[in-house]
């Protein structure tokens, strides 16, 4: 079994890496296509076409992530109707290979490409992007979210603030910080704007250029402000930089420690984190859509091909690998909308894919 098992992944391998390089050099042309319209443009013109060759490059990971469900679903279909087209299937089964025995050996081979996509996904693809992105910025400018910035709430022992955060410059410092205090009793007791501001090593931002107006007032007083000017100020908070990256970027590209950290500050703080529940979730389940697709790929092995057949089976394979992407993208929509629990929004492409490989398993497959 060690043979049939080495011939088996070598094809389905070889033959997804043909099928991934293929939609990812389709992918790259338009990347690139879209990004030729930045060329020339930014601070004095100078983001060039190796800045945008490097740009999309560094999108690779990413496209690779979202992809590799769908090609290991095509090229595990190819694999399975070349075998049943050639008969080697049904050489293969006499001699042992039963229905059982190839499910658990396609299993194993998508155990190794679900580990593959967890990889690129929570540690390849996110530090590209970040790089990209800074790259990009370093010539067109800094990294922003909407009109406004990002928004974030913060609870300390007496006072909450609100925090505002207008873009993120390249070498990783804030511009556009605006600070809003507090008390416990929900009044007003200062409104601290920035100019630029670092992230310190100390559990505190530095700020620099700031412009703070106190309030001091009690209950059935007017309020009396008073404003002061500093050159520097240094504020205490425990808002880090990867919690502001998360806040200005998609939750998507992030690694799932930092999707869980944010995750915990949003609800310590009595904050609506349902769009990053469901994104972690979705980061958990999603390799492991790799397993559904070989075991939906399966039954191919089992039907009965004429010359020139295996198109039409190729094409189903395609239109079914784009269906789970968009019914992912779909429910994560939906779960966000309607208030679903997160990790079902997150695991019901999964499961429906599931439920139909299995069906589709007991149908052809066991019956026979």
Same mark, same amino acid.
């Given at each position: 079994?060690?043979?049939?098992?080495?011939?088996?992944? &070598?094809?389905?391998?070889?033959?997804? +890496?043909? %099928?991934?390089?293929?939609?990812?050099?389709?992918?790259?042309?338009?990347?690139?296509?879209?990004?030729?319209?930045?060329?020339?443009?930014?601070?004095?013109?100078?983001?060039?076409?190796?800045? !945008?060759?490097?740009?999309?490059?560094?999108?690779?990971?990413?496209?690779?992530?979202?992809?590799?469900?769908?090609?290991?679903?095509?090229?595990?279909?190819?694999?399975?109707?070349?075998?049943?087209?050639?008969?080697?299937?049904?050489?293969?089964?006499?001699?042992?290979?039963?229905?059982?025995?190839?499910?658990?050996?396609?299993?194993?081979?998508?155990?190794?490409?679900?580990?593959?996509?967890?990889?690129?996904?929570?540690?390849?693809?996110?530090?590209?992007?970040?790089?990209?992105?800074?790259?990009?910025?370093?010539?067109?400018?800094?990294?922003?979210?909407?009109?406004?910035?990002? *928004?974030?709430?913060?609870?300390?022992?007496?006072?909450?603030?609100? %925090?505002?955060?207008?873009? =993120?410059?390249?070498?990783?410092?804030?511009?556009?910080?605006?600070?809003?205090?507090?008390?416990?009793?929900?009044?007003?007791?200062?409104?601290?704007?920035?100019?630029?501001?670092?992230?310190?090593?100390?559990?505190? *931002? !530095?700020?620099?250029?700031?412009?703070?107006?106190?309030?001091?007032? /009690?209950?059935?007083?007017?309020? #009396?402000?008073?404003?002061?000017?500093?050159?520097?100020?240094?504020?205490? /908070?425990?808002?880090?930089?990867?919690?502001?990256?998360?806040?200005?970027?998609?939750?998507?590209?992030?690694?799932?420690?930092?999707?869980?950290?944010?995750?915990?500050?949003?609800?310590?703080?009595?904050?609506?984190?349902?769009?990053?529940?469901? +994104?972690?979730?979705?980061?958990?389940?999603?390799?492991?859509?790799?397993?559904?697709?070989? #075991?939906?790929?399966?039954?191919?092995?089992?039907?009965?091909?004429?010359? +020139?057949?295996?198109?039409?089976?190729?094409?189903?394979?395609?239109?079914? &690998?784009?269906?789970?992407?968009?019914?992912?993208?779909?429910?994560?929509?939906? +779960?966000?909308?309607?208030? *679903?629990?997160?990790?079902?929004?997150?695991?019901?492409?999964?499961?429906?894919?599931?439920?139909?490989?299995?069906?589709?398993? &007991?149908?052809? #497959? =066991?019956?026979?």
């Amino acid at each position: 079994m060690k043979t049939v098992r080495r011939l088996i992944y &070598g094809d389905v391998i070889s033959t997804v +890496g043909f %099928v991934t390089l293929a939609f990812l050099s389709l992918f790259f042309f338009f990347d690139l296509v879209d990004e030729l319209r930045w060329v020339n443009q930014g601070n004095s013109g100078g983001y060039k076409l190796r800045h !945008a060759l490097t740009f999309v490059s560094l999108l690779a990971p990413s496209r690779l992530y979202e992809l590799l469900p769908i090609t290991v679903l095509i090229g595990t279909i190819v694999v399975m109707a070349r075998l049943a087209q050639n008969s080697e299937f049904t050489i293969l089964r006499t001699s042992g290979l039963g229905p059982w025995r190839a499910l658990r050996t396609l299993l194993g081979l998508g155990l190794m490409f679900a580990l593959m996509t967890f990889a690129i996904g929570d540690y390849i693809a996110p530090a590209a992007d970040q790089y990209g992105r800074l790259l990009r910025s370093r010539f067109l400018g800094e990294i922003t979210v909407g009109q406004t910035g990002a *928004w974030l709430k913060e609870k300390q022992a007496y006072n909450s603030y609100a %925090v505002n955060v207008g873009t =993120l410059q390249p070498d990783g410092g804030m511009r556009q910080i605006r600070i809003i205090e507090f008390d416990n009793q929900g009044r007003l007791v200062s409104n601290t704007r920035a100019e630029t501001g670092r992230f310190g090593l100390d559990d505190a *931002w !530095a700020l620099e250029k700031v412009d703070r107006t106190e309030f001091n007032g /009690t209950e059935g007083k007017e309020a #009396v402000s008073a404003r002061v000017n500093r050159p520097t100020y240094r504020w205490p /908070t425990s808002l880090t930089a990867e919690m502001v990256s998360v806040a200005l970027l998609n939750p998507e590209r992030m690694p799932i420690v930092d999707l869980f950290q944010y995750m915990r500050h949003l609800d310590s703080n009595g904050q609506a984190s349902q769009r990053y529940e469901i +994104g972690f979730w979705r980061k958990v389940f999603y390799p492991l859509s790799c397993l559904v697709m070989v #075991v939906l790929a399966l039954p191919f092995a089992y039907l009965h091909f004429r010359a +020139g057949g295996i198109s039409t089976y190729v094409f189903i394979g395609v239109m079914t &690998g784009i269906s789970f992407f968009l019914l992912n993208n779909l429910f994560g929509h939906f +779960g966000n909308l309607r208030n *679903w629990e997160p990790w079902l929004a997150a695991a019901a492409p999964g499961m429906i894919y599931s439920m139909l490989s299995l069906s589709a398993f &007991g149908w052809l #497959v =066991l019956r026979r």
